[in-house]
């Protein structure tokens, strides 16, 4: 897996809110959180079928939810 994209501050809540497969479409109590979203993807090369692992993370640095979206 790599990373692939990282948002933070006001760009994490929007894509936290967002719809699939752009977004996480948490509820606003949740979004209210987040403070980074990072957006992890398997390559070619990785064992197992593809996917998307986007990862919201509090002020603190605690992971409070992730998303995986099947394919790219």
Known sequence: MY???????????????????FGM??????????????????SFSDPGPDYTDSRAFDKTGKQITNHIVSGY
């Open 3 to 21: 990373k692939i994209e990282e948002f933070t501050g006001n760009d994490a809540k929007k894509y936290a809110g967002g719809s699939p497969p």
């Open 25 to 42: 479409l948490l509820p606003q109590e949740m979004v209210d959180k987040v403070e980074r979203i990072e957006i992890w993807g398997t």
